[in-house]
């Protein structure tokens, strides 16, 4: 960064950090936070750059030619996207941390410090950024008049409104004066003046320590620059949610950049419109020279981006949504046009529209109706003849042992169910028990019915079996 003046009277280190890339004896590139912007998102673009070549082998191993045009689409659709998402993220960030927002330059013979009578060929410039202004001061030759008494010209001051310094916190706009309270232009331009900053810095600068009356050009940058960076972050925020949506659901991906924009170009209005509030505009005079900063490249990136991201995201927020614009890009996929398909759920009939299905012919259940009716018309005739000529004859029967009942159940249920119906018994046909009965669980009742009923006719017609000394006969 550039040098920060402190009212500590310290004089900092001269370097060349700043907007500008100068030619200057001490190492510096630049402002350190643009320039770290700057290469991260180049450094990732190159990266992505080196990978796009190994679609190449994958493209020469494609033998027909429909597949390579759907490969090259697939490939202008994904890499396209990752590299215009990179541009925007670069383009918030850059734009934020840049100090290019107003410019404005003159050029000169102009007086260079206290004590020296003797005009210098100088570039004076002034940068205006949003959290800060940077002044710059270059000899126009540097070989010949760049050198005043041995001294290289060359400056680069750095002013924030964004850094506290002081009893004043950062984006504070301060009292009126060149107090400790006042606001941090203010005081910055008093330390400069006890640590012997050029001339033309120093007037430069005076101009936007005053606020009062309509003259506040300081007071109308620093709140355009405060809300301006507010609404960048926020379309930095926007834009992480794209790149993280758009894999996940295309359609709320393209709304969240749709948001960014939005908040780009207004972030760029606002500063427009807070900066341009200041009347009359800023014009700060030199000895046939007028020094005018106007938008810079800063302003303008951030307004055309915006409005160009907000038109795109809501066109392809549309399509992905009202039109079934369907694509896979991130995936090697290629987008294509398909009409959504209606999902028509079925509507319930009243139930009074509801027929009874009629029992099919053949059935499990209609054989198990049958074989229960022929059980209960045998088990009623084959109980009033037995036990009618019984009670006339002798005594009543005796209770049969349920071992033998069990014995007999089991010899009579085998053969007369397991070769008529496959899976063994009518024990071993049972469903499984539940709360709710099924169709099958009732027929198999229905078997056990049956059985029991076959079971005491047997023993109501010979009831001599079941005592001790008399052999068992089968029936």
């Not at 949504?321 to 509507?347: C, H, M, N, R």
Request: proline share 6%; net charge positive.
């Amino acid at each position: 960064m550039g040098n920060k003046e402190s009212y500590l009277r310290v004089p900092p280190k001269q370097s060349s950090f700043g907007p500008w890339f100068y030619r200057t004896d001490v190492d510096g590139l630049g402002d350190k936070a643009f320039v770290g912007v700057t290469a991260f998102f180049v450094s990732f673009a190159f990266i992505e750059f080196i990978l796009l070549f190994g679609l190449i082998g994958e493209y020469i191993n494609l033998k027909e030619k429909s597949k390579r045009s759907q490969f090259l689409k697939r490939s202008l659709v994904r890499w396209g996207s990752i590299f215009f998402m990179i541009f925007l993220g670069w383009a918030i960030l850059g734009s934020s941390f840049s100090y290019t927002w107003r410019e404005g330059y003159l050029e000169g013979d102009l007086p260079y410090r206290v004590g020296l009578a003797d005009r210098v060929p100088l570039r004076l410039g002034l940068h205006v950024g949003l959290r800060g202004i940077n002044i710059t001061l270059v000899a126009t030759d540097p070989d010949e008049t760049g050198k005043v008494n041995g001294e290289i010209i060359h400056w680069n001051e750095q002013y924030l409104w964004s850094r506290g310094q002081g009893n004043i916190g950062g984006w504070l706009q301060g009292r009126f004066g060149f107090g400790p309270y006042s606001n941090l232009l203010a005081q910055q331009f008093r330390a400069g003046q006890f640590r012997g900053t050029p001339l033309p810095i120093l007037e430069t600068l005076e101009w936007l320590t005053i606020d009062g009356e309509n003259i506040r050009w300081h007071r109308w940058y620093h709140n355009a620059g405060y809300y301006c960076h507010v609404m960048l972050w926020l379309s930095f925020i926007w834009w992480i949610l794209t790149a993280i949506l758009s894999v996940i659901r295309p359609a709320t991906g393209m709304l969240m950049l749709a948001f960014t924009g939005a908040n780009m170009w207004f972030g760029a209005g606002l500063y427009h419109g807070l900066s341009e509030k200041a009347s009359p505009k800023l014009a700060i005079p030199f000895e046939g020279h007028v020094l005018e900063p106007k938008f810079g490249w800063a302003y303008h990136l951030t307004l055309i981006v915006g409005i160009i991201t907000n038109v795109i995201g809501i066109l392809l927020w549309y399509l992905f949504e009202k039109v079934g614009y369907t694509t896979d890009a991130w995936s090697l996929g290629l987008a294509s046009f398909e009409k959504p398909v209606d999902i028509v759920k079925p509507q319930p009939k009243p139930l009074e529209e509801v027929s009874p299905l009629p029992p099919q012919s053949g059935s499990r259940i209609e054989s198990h109706q049958s074989t229960f009716r022929r059980g209960r018309s045998t088990f009623g005739r084959s109980t009033r003849s037995g036990f009618s000529q019984k009670s006339a004859t002798g005594p009543a029967p005796s209770r049969p042992d349920n071992k033998l009942v069990a014995g007999r159940s089991s010899r009579r249920t085998k053969r007369k169910f397991g070769k008529r119906i496959e899976g063994g018994t009518a024990s071993n046909r049972r469903a499984p028990t539940g709360n709710v009965p099924t169709l099958a669980s009732l027929g198999n009742k229905l078997d056990d019915i049956e059985e029991e009923e076959v079971e005491m006719s047997v023993i109501a017609e010979h009831p001599s079996e079941n005592q001790p000394g008399t052999s068992t006969t089968e029936v």
